[in-house]
Nanobody, 125 residues
Framework: HVQLVESGGGSAQAGGSLRLSCAAR????????MGWICQVSGKEREGVAS???????TYTDSVKGRFTISRDNVKDSVYLQMNNLKLEDTATYYC???????????????????WGQGTQVTVST
């Protein structure tokens, strides 16, 4: 069983940067598609970015050019570099793993089977 642990959330000013990390506490997700999913209180979870086992990345339009997802399969870790943060980036961010996630349907959060506990990102002026 793969357990995921996120870190790196916190507060930042608009225009600033944060780097989220996710590591496997147990098991490995080297063959999985990894996603960063965000959720605003009262709303559904939404895909932010994904990276498959080959390193191919996809992003939701609102973060293109600002966020970068990457992974280190040796360390069983995945990262989300968040630059030029905006107020609307405020959310809880979850790291998730899915072995049946397809590149074209990476936004389907139900396909991710293993989730971290979430880390809060708060952007202010």
């Amino acid at each position: 069983h793969v357990q995921l642990v996120e870190s790196g959330g916190g507060s930042a000013q608009a225009g600033g940067s944060l780097r989220l990390s996710c590591a496997a506490r147990t098991g490995t997700f080297r063959s999985a598609c990894m996603g960063w999913i965000c959720q605003v209180s009262g709303k559904e979870r939404e895909g932010v970015a994904s990276i498959d086992s080959d390193g191919e990345t996809t992003y939701t339009d609102s973060v293109k050019g600002r966020f970068t997802i990457s992974r280190d399969n040796v360390k069983d870790s995945v990262y989300l570099q968040m630059n030029n943060l905006k107020l609307e980036d405020t959310a809880t961010y979850y790291c998730a793993a899915g072995w049946r996630v397809t590149r074209t349907a990476w936004r389907n959060v139900d396909d991710y089977t293993n989730w971290g506990q979430g880390t809060q990102v708060t952007v202010s002026t």
